[in-house]
């Protein structure tokens, strides 16, 4: 089998209106996650979530499961390891006021932003990290290189300020 091939069976879960009126965000939500997958993970057979939320849900997930009282842009659940064929790589769960209040703030598309918080995510379910700077700096360097394969810009470059939260 061609990795290139490869993607993982992905849903998308809409769980607010205002992502309504959003669809090519979440169109380029799906091939950011499969560019993610094929490029590292091309041999695992896999499923994932995307939940596409408001601030409200996310808060209150943050709240339970980081003990952070906020809203956030993303948040990453990995799953637990399996034995199963099929792997369950985890879920993502994604803001829509953050994330577009952070797009509007760095002048880019929602699109670009979207991708941009789905790759991160993905890389936490993956068990990459940035709490030390080393960390941080792979999992930068991952992102741009993922996001540049879909014609999408530096998510880190001067013009940018939001950080991802996982």
């Known amino acids: 089998m061609d990795p290139r091939s490869a993607a993982p069976q992905l849903e998308v879960l809409v769980n607010s209106p205002l992502w309504t009126g959003a669809e090519a965000a979440q169109g380029l939500l799906c091939r950011a996650l499969a560019e993610a ?54 879920d993502i769960v994604i803001a829509y006021e953050t994330t577009q209040a952070e797009a509007a703030a760095a002048a880019k598309p929602l699109g670009d932003h979207v991708a941009h918080l789905a790759v ?42 939001p950080d991802p939260h996982d």
């Open 120 to 161: 991160h995510g993905f890389l936490h379910l993956l068990g990459y990290d940035h709490q030390a700077d080393e960390e941080a700096t792979q999992m930068e360097q991952l992102e741009r290189l993922l996001l540049a394969r879909l014609g999408i810009g530096d998510p880190y470059g001067p013009a940018c300020d």
């Open 37 to 90: 997958a094929r490029t590292l993970a091309p041999h695992a057979a896999g499923e994932l979530c995307v939940v596409l939320t408001d601030d409200a849900a996310i808060r209150s997930l943050n709240r339970a499961w980081r003990g952070i009282d906020a809203p956030t842009n993303v948040l990453a659940f990995p799953a637990k390891p399996s034995t199963h064929p099929m792997a369950h790589f985890g």
